[in-house]
């Protein structure tokens, strides 16, 4: 069984930062793709960003281009997420999600988090 924990969320005020961590644990093969999604009140969940295994590619949805950034750490099966610039309309619980192979499985599986709420707010 593996798991994925997010940690940092909070309270910021508009235009402050704030870094988001996850870590993934148990019975750990690989580490794959690890993204970063986030669910507004009322809305669909959305894709924030993602890295490759390599962590030379990157992916950013439209509304955190040039704000977010998305970086890992294989050493350690972390991803973390740098917010800046933040903006009441990034308020949402962000989630972390994993394609982690396992020990025991050929096929990767894909992991959730509880998530972790932020809230951009004056």
């Known amino acids: 069984q593996v798991h994925v924990v997010e940690s940092g969320g909070g309270v910021v005020q508009p235009g402050g930062s704030l870094t988001l961590s996850c870590v993934a644990s148990?019975?750990?093969?690989?580490?794959?793709?690890m993204a970063w999604y986030r669910q507004a009140p009322g809305k669909q969940r959305e894709l924030v960003a993602t890295?490759?295994?390599?962590?030379?590619?990157?992916y950013y949805g439209n509304d955190v281009k040039g704000r977010f950034t998305i970086s890992r750490d294989n050493t350690k099966n972390t991803v973390s997420l740098q917010m800046n610039s933040l903006k009441p309309e990034d308020t949402a619980v962000y989630y972390c999600?994993?394609?982690?192979?396992?020990?025991?499985?050929?096929?990767?599986?894909?992991?959730w988090g509880q998530g972790t709420q932020v809230t951009v707010s004056s």
């Open positions: 999600n994993a394609d982690i192979r396992s020990h025991t499985d050929i096929i990767p599986e894909d992991i």
């Open positions: 148990g019975n750990i093969f690989r580490i794959y793709v």
């Open positions: 890295i490759t295994r390599d962590g030379i590619t990157t």
